[in-house]
């Protein structure tokens, strides 16, 4: 099956390739940073 996007590029969306040891369909980008429980005073979760 042969499946075809319809719309404008999106230049800025930040993308790189599956990891050779990743296996699954969707991956995190490796510019995304992985932030713990309450990374700052007074807040609780940073959702990015």
Same mark, same amino acid.
């Not at 099956?1 to 404008?8: E, L």
């Given at each position: 099956?042969? *499946?075809?996007?319809?719309? @404008?590029p999106l230049p800025n969306l930040p993308w790189e390739d *599956? $990891?050779?040891n990743?296996?699954?369909v969707v991956w995190r980008y490796s510019g995304? $940073?992985?932030l713990g429980w309450n990374p700052i005073p007074k @807040? @609780? *979760?940073i959702f990015n």
């Open positions: 099956m042969k *499946r075809t996007i319809i719309g @404008a *599956r $990891p050779n990743c296996k699954d995304n $940073p992985i @807040a @609780a *979760r």
